[in-house]
């Protein structure tokens, strides 16, 4: 059974955060940062949405949460959602622990019943869909399959 923490969110960061200060080589920011201004890093998110037509992905959850480094692992290790990610959304990690509980950003959204969560956003910042990860599991893992089929799903339609 996977970790539930609190009652945050956990958003999966699949693309390069330079421009949202979270430098990275690669698809996924590499850490959840209790020191970075969730609130700013959405409103920046939906601001670049709005340009390209993407969507918003919230990964909530922290450095404590072992599904959260799974669900990273995971996503790294296939290409197929890596481009999912990068054609389709805009992703922030949104840190969820006790020195940083993010309450005012995320008690925007549905409550979350474990970590990692997923919140979809639309290109100006309207929630769409509020994801259970546990739902995407597959033993020690997550399923391809699952996983593919969410991100199609809540992708902007052309």
């Known amino acids: ?3 539930r923490f609190f009652g945050a969110l956990t958003l ?3 693309l390069t955060f330079a421009s949202f200060g979270q430098e990275s080589s690669k698809v996924m920011p590499s850490k959840y ?3 970075r201004d969730a609130q700013k890093d959405i409103r ?3 601001a670049t949405a709005s340009r390209t037509g993407k969507r918003v992905l919230l990964d909530v959850g922290g450095e404590w949460c072992v599904w959260c480094h799974r669900m990273d692992s995971f996503i790294e290790q296939n290409p197929e959602l890596v481009k999912l990610l990068e054609k389709h959304y805009i ?3 949104v840190n ?3 020195k940083n509980r993010n309450e005012a950003v995320l008690s925007r959204y549905p409550q979350i019943q ?3 969560h997923l919140f979809v956003l639309d290109k100006n910042g309207a929630l769409l869909h509020s994801q259970d990860t546990s739902q995407l599991e597959a033993g020690k893992s997550y399923d391809l399959g699952r996983f593919v ?3 199609e799903k809540w992708a902007p339609k052309p």
Do not use: Q
């Open 149 to 151: 089929s969410f991100l």
């Open 114 to 116: 474990g970590y990692p």
């Open 12 to 14: 999966i960061g699949m």
């Open 96 to 98: 969820f622990d006790p």
């Open 1 to 3: 059974m996977r970790e």
């Open 44 to 46: 920046d998110a939906v």
């Open 33 to 35: 940062d209790p020191a």
């Open 91 to 93: 992703v922030v990690k």
